[in-house]
């Protein structure tokens, strides 16, 4: 029988990878940005419905407990911010159920920052940074900043942030998608996603990075509401030759608004028979203690290994892929 | 038939789609980091032939098709259809033009093809990659002509057209690339 021992990917993407995570930390050292650990197994996990999680069972004889595998770093690195360490970085696993494809391993790694004192502006000049110094000239395109609603009116026609269902079944079935229709409903998030990732996401950051901000606040996750239009929130998305590369936000500080939201989601899940989750009580009493005005953002390690290196599948840039893990 | 959902789509997956059957050509996973995952699906209507795309909501599912692909002897052609055997059974098909389509003008006598049936049903006909056939009709050419530059049409015994080199003559057995529908050499009986 022919066992599949050998790695994924070629020995010069092991050596791309080492070289990119030195890049990174000695970029983040040279800002005095502190490295950090946060622990991947922990007692609580994102309410997210769009997000599967990795359940483990913790024996402690006589007790059992569930333990989850993060889907990311983010509450626990708000409760290190939110305790006084500045800013941090963290390059870190992270875990996601079900989700394997052309750009998506379940098990995945993670640079995740956060900056104390800057908004959504300051972050997104600061991820140009990074990516010039990672991409050394391999871009030749200029970075592009542009509000979600401005790229979905341009290659859409529609308007984002005020959901028509008629114009966009219209618009759907003009362009050879009717099947949105069924599938989005009367769901004005699920037609973003939709028509997002078909018609707009593909052609975003054609040899340049390309950043989305201002998404509209039904996809608000955890950004903070914009001040001025309460239609928009605070939050990023990174994309390089039509792959989604980050995501960030001007970070919600609201320990009420944080848990209603936790509230909406865990609701959603129950509607959806989905796991049911309990809300991170740790992080709403950070939040409650005061997390400093921040930004954070998250960014693929393994996505951008395979921009870096002309990859078409994730696996080019993988160890071992979940097939042969 | 068994139920089939989306991370089960693998190329070559025969599925129901809008009463049809269909083959799985490609499956891509697309999710946004924070929102709804979706399956971009590459498929073809094996009725028709024609390759569409469809998305779906991850973990929607599809019945499975009855198709199997069977390799046969084309028999004959009766006038209004056309004759197919499997060799092992001597069970025996028959299938009008509509279904036979394009490998029609490929298919000799005793040759063997590949039937595609749907609930046991013949759905389509593919021919051999290579098929030997005879030159019947086609201009005489230039002697001492070998270059093969520019060529001329040739008409095969199966009624196909296909163009030849200027030094191929009538009467001549030629293998041909049913793929392509292009002339690959002369072949010695």
Not at chain 1, 26 to 45: C, H, K, M, N, Y
Not at chain 1, 161 to 187: K, T
Not at chain 2, 147 to 164: I, W
């Amino acid at each position: 029988m022919q066992v599949d021992w050998q790695p994924d990917c070629s020995i010069e993407h092991l050596r791309l990878r080492a070289q990119t995570l030195a890049n990174i930390r000695r970029f983040f050292a040279d800002r005095s940005v502190l490295e950090v650990e946060t622990p991947l197994l922990g007692q609580s996990i994102g309410t997210d419905p769009q997000l599967e999680f990795f359940t483990t069972k913790y024996f402690l004889p006589p007790s059992q407990q569930n333990l989850f595998l993060q889907t990311s770093p983010e509450f626990a690195m708000k409760r290190l911010i939110s305790a006084g360490s500045g800013s941090i970085y963290q390059i870190c696993k992270a875990f996601r159920n079900g989700e394997v494809g052309r750009f998506h391993n379940p098990e995945f790694t993670m640079l995740e920052w956060y900056r104390v004192g800057f908004d959504l502006r300051q972050l997104m000049a600061e991820i140009t940074d990074l990516i010039g110094v990672l991409f050394a000239g391999k871009l030749s395109g200029d970075t592009e900043s542009l509000s979600y609603q401005e790229v979905f009116l341009r290659f859409t026609g529609l308007d984002a942030l005020d959901f028509h269902y008629e114009n966009y079944c219209a618009y759907s079935m003009a362009n050879n998608l009717p099947e949105a229709v069924s599938i989005c409903g009367y769901d004005h998030a699920t037609w973003l996603d939709f028509l997002f990732s078909h018609k707009v996401q593909p052609h975003l950051g054609a040899h340049n990075l390309s950043m989305v901000y201002g998404y509209p606040a039904c996809q608000s996750s955890l950004a903070r509401v914009n001040k001025y239009d309460a239609r928009v929130v605070e939050r990023v998305e990174l994309f390089i030759n039509g792959i989604e590369l980050g995501n960030g936000y001007y970070e919600l500080l609201n320990a009420d608004e944080q848990s209603q939201r936790f509230d909406n989601e865990i609701a959603i899940r129950q509607q959806k028979n989905l796991p049911s989750v309990n809300k991170d009580w740790r992080l709403i009493s950070a939040l409650e203690s005061g997390l400093p005005d921040c930004s954070g953002v998250a960014i693929g390690i393994d996505r951008l290994l395979m921009l870096l290196s002309n990859s078409s599948s994730i696996k080019e840039v993988l160890s071992f892929s979940v097939s042969r893990a | 038939m068994a139920i089939y959902s989306t991370n089960e789509f693998k190329a070559g997956l025969k599925v129901m789609l809008d009463n049809d059957p269909c083959a799985i050509i490609e499956n891509e996973f697309v999710k946004p980091g924070k929102g709804q995952a979706f399956n971009r699906v590459k498929i073809r209507n094996l009725k028709t032939g024609r390759v569409i795309e469809r998305t779906f909501k991850s973990g929607e599912s599809l019945e499975g098709a009855d198709v199997v692909d069977v390799e046969m002897q084309y028999l004959y052609n009766d006038g209004s259809f056309r004759h197919f055997m499997v060799l092992d059974t001597f069970e025996q098909y028959q299938t009008d033009e509509k279904v036979v389509g394009d490998a029609g003008r490929w298919l000799k006598d005793q040759d063997m093809c590949t039937v595609t049936l749907w609930n046991d049903a013949p759905l389509a006909v593919t021919p051999a990659n290579f098929v030997d056939l005879n030159i019947v009709e086609t201009d005489p050419g230039v002697r001492g002509d070998t270059s093969g530059g520019g060529g001329k049409p040739a008409k095969l015994d199966t009624g196909a057209v296909v163009r030849v080199p200027l030094f191929v003559q009538q009467g001549e057995l030629i293998k041909v690339d049913t793929r392509t529908g292009e002339y690959v050499s002369r072949v010695k009986e």
